[in-house]
């Protein structure tokens, strides 16, 4: 298939490009070394003296600029002026130029090639002058040849050089791309060849006309990849690595950036278990879970170890995930679970470009289920009450009476019979979420600079939940000598959360999956039943069971979190002198993190209603606190980061070597402060306002410090890019544990083999461009328990008994101390191939790993007699190994009417095992019971067979002879029945406990597989992209009222209603209704897991972006308007609850995960 | 230029140095002490002592009270344990209540429960025992804590002996490193481990001050006062005869506890609070009444009348009303003229039944019509269902479902609102009270000598306190040995209800299964509560049943929990022997 022959060439033919490419770079780059390694005094020479248009060299990038333009750029940046008549360079006014440095008279070679224009230098004056009429040549039996040059995408390329092969004339194409060529004959071969594209061979076989597109050369093949303390060529590099691009995601409407990683990239499984604002990030894991530990895969942007969630996608230039040992080795005792590089965007040479991105989004939860109504409600009570032998609660009168309000009949009494509807009742509708970017980039050889400050605002689904952030980032890059080289960065982000006052945000750990500050809220809001009003017609509010729904969001009080991070880094790189091709570099960073916490909670406000009364009377009353009280908390963490680097790359013949060596030194300190008052007897929240009554005041504080070294090497080499071999490692030390046992080692080696530069496939199969095969093992760590486990002693603590009259303070022992203990030890084995054909139309991925990590703790309590008295720290005795296979595929085209589509597609799987745990007899000698060699997670329980039928029982009520149960348990039919798998002696005994359980269902939280498919389409202005994203072998439970009616006092679900055990109804969804659920029917069973499989669009793009011809005439280089979403059709076939398959909660008191739309504007001035 | 290499210089140097530096790694941990430090003074040994007060039961902060799982009380909610377990007959080796804060809860079950067992407690005592007596702290101070010690240890043992019988009795710290397959323990019998808690306190009660200057300490009284208690319940029938035929059993064992009651009341330091009400309330914290009790204070308060309190007040539901009084414990509270309501010329009229009540019923139940907090407690039918009281027959919300609530040791002035935010309640739990001790040893006595004139003296003084009630003598003219126990036993409930005792007492008595006569058993019938409705004003009342109970007789004793089982093989493999169930799981289970 060749896509990408131009109509009217019958036999093209492709010359195999990519090691011109490589060849390209590699010379390149040698030469960017070479002018570095020649030290400072040669180019600063050539600087004051160096008017030479051939030795100056420039940084240089156009698109779709006028000439005039492109020669003011050159003027900006060198010492050269221009003189030219405006006439005659008027015309080019969209001139395509590829970022490059590149001398100024190549660049002006480029700039006027096809232009019929040249360029004579006196001193520093260029002028720009109408090529010379040269005298012409008429061959016999000449030939010409027209046609046009377009890109891909579908521009036409101006100043595409055309050459003849075997001769030395040639020809540019004009700005329209357009070129006409004489040819001596039939056979002639035409090269088609520009900057940035592959050059391509066409034979004219008797064709006048010949219409070529070319590819751009950019594609993976050249493509340099971010990896740990460094980057690589992605052609030579042989570690399993993915890259998602800032661009891919930056205009989604999502806030927290981990939620836009998911389905882009092969190896990261990531799940979103919320969407309260502040409090929605997603759990990433790279390749599964690979142990029972923390499970958090380590957090690096720009170099340095810290969270990017916050961070303002559209500054980011790229997220890496390093998977195999090879590749997070550099990390040492930190690197098992995968690491994370963000990258965020710098400056590039060119002009200035201020550029904006706005978007407004609307948020709507994505499922959400619905409960009964209170005629419903009155009628399953009763029901429920029939079958518990209790008398009716609802009289048929009050039955009645909630029939005419849920009917809305015109005498219903909606207040003293009302309907209400819980979180339907104040869920706020199309929450409003908007972003702000503002970005200006730009540079000179010697300063480059990239600055963007960005706004958001999210709102939620409670009137009071709200969240806006502020990112400002600066990162400035100076050439401070021709071999001395700067950086420095300094970005931050302030987050504002507000909750309501009832809402606890000190309980909200933003990397905690199960805390919400909006729980409490959710709680309340299932609980209410339909029966109690929420508001009442007259606008006021009612409350139920000590607390008010409208009360708790809205008259509270407020609960904020201000955190604050900068995050700054000053890097300094010397090349050096003595040897060609090493050089030297120190990176000081020092992250300073602030959190401050005001909790003002007041009396909450609700209405009693009195209906004795005519009208009824409504009085204000309050619940929780009588008096308010305040909270205040701060706390600062500064983290330090040194970093002293040591890089060499140097190449002999087809012998290449980099060496990188790092020594890395990490400390951070914390402390926090704390006060809070309570019974203020005034409402001004201050903290020196409160009640000063014992009791009324406290506070508190504590500090703690964390420091970690490591020493990192990695040696690479390459023989001719077909022979790849590395070794990296990491020596690292760490304050968790105990002296003579701080220090560990964690070295890795890769091997590869880059078949498509052998000759046998050079010469037989160059549409391959790569195929690359590599293998690598290795050893990394992984940090868990907490510090100090390797110390005994003794803990204090405040508000211990009281004695005498008086508070006590109090100590009390830890656990009993584990000195040996040590980090977690990961053997990783991976074995991957690359492949791109057909200059990267289709691009393959294909990686299998194994992994076993050992030294996991566990909790060594079932080893000592639960008499024992005291908790034993963690062992490192756990084993566990996981595996899996990671495929990506990706093909791009443009058709010929101009429609180009990109296509990507990724699929992960990854399945752990447990390979040793402690266990106790009773799981492990029963082979359904038992954890090791189970996936770790399992869900075990009892197996559900169904209901219990009347012909189980005997006439007076009692369960036939045979037939299992759960001990003394008064089942009736309509009630579960379980499978008596087994007993105290292992076999089934007639008695349903704990000996039945089995497994009923995979690991709950991270599946086992999932998919992305990514589409790409754009035509003419409209660009459109969406991510279908999909995940399986995953189980949820489903608990509480969302499907147990009445839970702690709660309400029904709707479906609950319609599809529960009755005589009438035996093969129903739920058993029988009781006043309470019965132990006997909530029991941990199968029947309470749902397959949690599901496909999401997980994001979608339409953009359209004016024409340029018609708002350039108002300043603006582009203008592009879009509608986007996130997370917008959820198909999840097995789960008939209806609550996001993301759940984080079994009973859906959580806050729902969020669908955006967003309408937004980008504007590049 | 120069100056730009030499920061860069200084830069790489700087990060060498920093790893360079000696013990780079070592960071000193700032949340805890050594040995060394803890038991140097007696005031920082008092700091681990602190930890162990803490440990006892936190019943005012608790939610569910022991009555609730008796015929005392209804169950404010289902899925509490009371409900869950108990009064359902759901009681296996994996699901068993721990009891009221976690009062007979053994142990950590070790996947992770952050709660504290009796043998953590245990170890505490067990740790400071040995840690003080090797220190050089002084002897004074050594013997005066060590039998404070010792007296916890056994307060903590005891409730697993009531609950389980036989225990392991552990009394040195267990260390799986140097101690091998010692740390292993069986269960003593259930005798022995009576022996071991009475003879702790027998050793311990004269080590300990008559009268404490630090509140909340034990005193001799607190240390006797449950030897008695542990003498009565080991000589009652569930430990001690068991059959209707002999309801006294072995006599010397009620001759023990009443010796032992009788020396509490001869160390002349207690005696009745005048006022009942208040002697519940923090006006009278460690009152000449209290003996032993856990304390409270500003700071450290709890939230008895948020969670236990009536649930609506004023139209506003502002509690849990967890107390919710069963008709047949209001049934039990005598008519003012000493009688109970259901003999012969007590003037107890069905349809009036509140009126011409002892005092004390109405200092401990609320009822339709009662005063809270400035407003009247409604639980007729119809008024409204979520704006009053109005009797709940189902289980769908917290309002009571028997008709009543409890007042007692609650403060009418607290707001339960805002007793749940802030803790507010500041009235001490008073484990043991002297009351019980008089009924305790009128109870013993009884059994060994009917019912003698100090028999009657110790009943009366509880019955007639600020008049609440004429004397036994007054009520019935001379009783008989066995009326004098139907009295005392009624006597003991109504005295000590919400005070977590009715569960021990009806266990103990063994009338939770079934009674004497072979009917039902109290905690094995259906309970009544009070139902009302308004028959055109008129109230009409009508006893109806409200909760079914059921109480398997292996439930006299709990489980022995799977995970114990699981982790020692001395208990779960030895078997047999002359208790048969001494070292493996408890009969029934």
Redesign the interface.
Known sequence: MHFFVSKGSTFPYERPVPLKTILWIMRCSTLVLAILLCGCSILVAAKTNGQDIRETRISLGLSGKSLETALKEIEQHTNFRFGYRLSEISRFSHIQLPEATRTVATTLDLLLSGTGLTYQQKDHYVFIVPVPASPKIQPQEQLTVTGTVTSAKGEKLPGVSIRLKGAANGTNTDPEGRFSIVVPDEQSILIFSFIGYITKEVPVAGNTSINIQLEESATALSEVIVVGYGTQLKVNSIVAVSVVKGKDFAQKPVVNMTNSLVGRMPGLIADQGSGEPGLDGSRIRIRGTSTIGNANPLLVVDGIYRDFSRLDPATIESVTILKDAAAVAPYGLAGANGVILVTTKKGKTGAPTLSYNGYAGFQNPTRMPRMVNSYEYALLTNEANRNDNFNPSFTDAQIAGYKKTVDGAADADPDKYPNSRGLRDVLQRNALLTNHNLQLSGGTEKVKYFAALGYTSQDGQFSTTSLKKYNALANLDVAATTTTHVGISISGWVEDQHYSGYSDPGSGDANNRYASAGGGIMYQAFRTPPTSAIYYSNGLWGSYITNSLVGTIAHSGYARNENTQIMTTFSIEQQLPFIKGLSIKGVASYDPYNTYTKVWKTPILTYSADFTTTPYTYTPAYLGPSKPSLSLSTSQNKAFTYQGYLNYHNTFGKHDITFLGVLESRSQKYWDLSGSRINYPIDIDELDRGGTAQGDLSNGGASSEERQIGYVYRLSYNYDGKYLAEVSGRYDGHYYFAPGHRYGFFPAFSLGWNMARESFIKDNAAWIDLLKVRASYGESGNLAGGPFQYLTGYSVYNNAAVLNGALTAGISEVLQANTAITWERAKKTNVGMEASLWKGKLLIGADYFYEKRSNMLVPPSVTVPAEYGVGLTEQNAAIMSNHGLEISLGTNHTFSNGLHLEVNGNFTYAQNKLLQVFETDATYNNPNRRQTGRPYGTQFGLKALGYFTPADFNADGSLKAGVASLPDAPVHPGDLRYADLSGPSGKPDGIIDDNDQTVIGRPNGTPQMIFGFSPNLSWKGFDLNFLLQAATQITLPVGGSLVFPFDQQGSASELYYKDHWTPANTTALYPRASTQPKDYNTRYSSWWLRDASYLKLRSAELGYSLSAKLIRRIGIQQLRVYVAGQNLWTWTPHMKEKIDPEARSSNGQYYFQQQTTSLGLNVTF | ?IT??Q??LI??L???L??CKKN????S???????D??WATTA?A???L??I??Q?PDMNNETEHLDQYTDNSDVG???MQG???IR???V?P??LPRGPWDMWY?????N?DSRT?N??K???C??FIEKVTASKLPDDYKKERIAEVRFLRALFYHWLWMAYGGI?V?TK??D?ITQGDS???PRSTEVETFQFITNELAETAPLLPLQQ?????PTRGAALTLKGWCELFEASPLRNSGNAANPVGDVERWKKASATNKAVMDLGVYDLYPDFRALFLKSANNSLESIFA????????GQLE?KEGP?IV???????GNFQPTQELVDDFSMANGKAISEPGSGYDPQHPYLNRENRFYQTILFNGSEWQGDTIKTV???????ENEI???????VTHTGYYACKRLDESI????N???STSYQNYMFFRYAEVLLSFAEAENEVNGPTPDVLAAVNKVRTRSNNLPTVQATYGAVNQDKMREIIHRERRVELAFEDKRWWDVLRWKIADKMADGTPGVLNRPEAGM?ITSDNGTLVYTR?N?S?R?F?PKMYMMPV????L???YK?RQQSGGKDGWINGQNPGY
């Open positions: 230029m730009i290499k920061s860069c830069v790489l700087g990060v060498a920093t790893a780079y790694l070592e960071v941990p700032r949340d805890r002490v050594g040995d430090v803890v920082n008092d700091l681990f602190n930890d007060y803490n006892m909610v289902t899925w409900y869950a377990n359902i007959a759901n296996t994996s699901n053994w142990g950590k079950d070790g992770g067992g043998y953590e245990i170890r505490k067990n740790l392991p552990i710290t267990l799986n740390i292993y323990i200057s630090d509140p909340g300490r856990r304390q409270y204070m500003p700071g450290k308060g948020g649930t004023n139209g506003t539901e502002l509690a849990w039918v119809g008024l409204g269902r979520s704006t709940d027959l189902g289980y769908s919300s917290d707001l339960g609102s805002d749940r935010a802030n139902v109806t409200v079914n059921l398997l929990p799977q995970y114990v699981d982790r020692n208990i």
